[in-house]
């Protein structure tokens, strides 16, 4: 395979019209694609395979690739931000998912792209912050670190959470029920432990969850090539695929409202609360094989 110079960012055009850039880092063994809208994964393609790994976005079953799910992790029961005596209004998964982001270092192997509080921003979470994602790939494997900055003269309560989605199957040829999940540990699902999900399409729709996960790694695979997502110290793992061909694998610090809940958004369960002048940090990977 040729590959182009990427040395910079090039531009291209969305369904809009709009100017989209993107920034390439790659390997002889893979390539992989950053966009500055919402700081996306738009490609991880293997070179020796030649199987792309990520989703491609389809509003026939869900527009959305990889959204970084920041300051809310799904919804609350009636759909606002109770922050301080006050009602605030962000869409699903929170702002960053729809947000510009700046590429502020781009090398070889390494992208960093950051996003900053803004008028915007602060009209659906009253908050300054910046968001700084990083990522490095070495051969097959991409790594993706997060720090949240606080920035204000008072505690910044925020959920975090990633919805990264792998195309499903990978192959031309392969069929979706071809592939299953492993994990590296076993886990209770339907009172039994396991270390294999199958794809089950209605379990799937509704969401697969794992509270406080033993397991560390999953791989999704047909048995012969896959991809792995490497995650620590999440208390949630979800699954989910709207009967699409594509399979999300969710590590969340929070999570969407099950029920009818009223706590205030600081009280929320799996709420990070982030002192002043102080940051956080977090990380995941994803491995092509």
């Given at each position: 395979m040729k590959f182009k110079n990427h040395a910079k960012c090039y531009n291209k055009t969305n369904e809009l019209g709009e100017d989209m850039s993107t920034y390439t880092i790659q390997n002889s063994f893979a390539s992989v694609?950053?966009?500055?809208?919402?700081?996306?994964?738009?490609?991880?393609?293997?070179?020796?395979?030649?199987?792309?790994?990520?989703w491609q976005g389809d509003k026939t079953y869900w527009a959305g690739r990889n959204p970084i799910l920041f300051p809310m992790v799904g919804?609350?029961?009636?759909?606002i931000?109770?922050?301080q005596g006050k009602e605030y209004r962000t869409g699903?998964?929170?702002?960053?998912?729809?947000?510009?982001?700046?590429c502020i270092k781009h090398t070889d192997t390494q992208i960093v792209m950051e996003l900053c509080d803004s008028e915007e921003t602060l009209a659906q979470y009253p908050f300054h912050f910046r968001i700084e994602v990083?990522?490095?790939l070495e051969g097959k494997k991409l790594?993706?670190?997060?720090q949240i900055e606080n920035r204000n003269t008072c505690v910044m309560p925020f959920n975090f959470g990633l919805h990264p989605a792998f195309n499903c199957p990978l192959e031309e040829g392969k069929t979706f029920d071809a592939y299953h999940l492993e994990l590296n540990q076993k886990e209770v699902l339907n009172e039994q432990e396991v270390d294999v999900i199958t794809l089950d399409k209605d379990a799937l729709k509704k969401t697969i969850i794992i509270k406080n996960p033993h397991s560390t790694c999953t791989k999704l695979t047909d048995g012969i090539h896959g991809i792995q997502v490497?995650?620590?110290?999440y208390p949630w793992l979800a699954y989910w695929s709207p009967y699409a061909p594509f399979v999300c694998i969710e590590p969340w610090y929070s999570h969407t409202d099950f029920e009818k809940n009223e706590v205030p958004f600081e009280k929320r369960e799996g709420t990070i609360v982030l002192n002043v002048n102080d940051s956080w940090q977090t990380a995941y990977s994803i491995t092509l094989f």
């Open positions: 694609t950053i966009d500055e809208h919402a700081a996306e994964i738009h490609s991880f393609f293997d070179c020796e395979t030649n199987i792309e790994a990520m919804k609350t029961w009636d759909g931000l109770h922050i699903n998964h929170g702002f960053a998912r729809n947000s510009e982001f700046k990083t990522y490095t790594d993706i670190t997060y490497e995650y620590q110290n």
